[in-house]
């Protein structure tokens, strides 16, 4: 059985949290380079603890969150996620859970309940893939080189995103599932003409594409970045009294929650537990042959990225490759 608590203590090491009482402004820095800041189910779940703890703490106005090296993250952590979407042998998702008691059983392998149980978990807060939209504080998110996956879907949930010229935005599960937890949010930032696109051709937009959706606020060259992002905490912890805030934020969650944003999550949560129900139309096909799981996750993305053309891989280095 995993150890929740032993994957968040770990996970401590990889996130900065620091706060500026005078400005109130908290920067949260996502800093695992060495692994383009993947998180681990750990990362997720203290994120989410820190975000909850800046939306009550009064010395914290604005949330400034980034990513330490080249990039703002490239999403979850692939080699911690590829067992549960192979075959073989039941496993534990607790952890997952933040559940640490041997007397809960989880579902088998053979269940919908296997799978569903974990995607529609996502929707939720405490799983630290929204924590965002329950935020009454304004968040900053600040993106360069890849800002896919998981990482997309903090952008997609924050209030302002502001974005060096040289990111790239996506979410690789749209080349080898098809799908991901915020499809319907990305619809309403993105626009359903340019995120069709981004769904059924998996290619990752760049940052002017994505200002010229509505979905970045500012991009500007890499090392005006830092400089950029701090003119826009600056002056949004300056603007009006947090309680105005706080009434403005509460008017943007319910217009967000008309427009259907958490029915959305639970939607494709729904749809993510029949993964393995998806057939495939051809052989080795990621995502629903489990077969091509058999030589590692992060082999599979690499290897199907290479059959696209140049500007539309995911893989910075891929980009560069005839």
Known sequence: MIDIEELKAEARKFIRYEKDPETKIATLTFARPEALNATTTGMRQVYADYVFKANIDDDVKVLVIRGEGDHFGSGGDLGEQGDMYGEGEDMSLLHEFGINDPDVKYPPRDSYRFLHTMTDHYAKTAAGNRPLQDFKKISIIETKGYCYGWHFYQAADADLVVSSDDTLFGHPAFRYAGWGPRLWTWIETIGLRK???????????????????QFVNSVVPRDKLEEETEKYASACARTRPTDVVQVQKTFMEMYKQYRGEYMGSL????????????????????????????????????????????????????????
């Open 195 to 213: 995120f069709s696109e981004m769904l059924f051709t998996g290619r990752p937009f760049p940052a002017q594409e994505m200002y010229d959706c």
């Open 267 to 322: 939607l494709t949560g729904f749809v993510e537990g029949m993964l393995p129900m998806m057939t495939p139309d051809r052989q080795g096909q990621a995502g629903v042959d489990s077969d091509t799981f058999d030589k590692g996750v992060n082999n599979v993305v690499k290897d199907m990225d290479m059959e696209y053309p140049p500007e539309w891989r995911l893989g910075r280095s891929n980009r560069r490759k005839p």
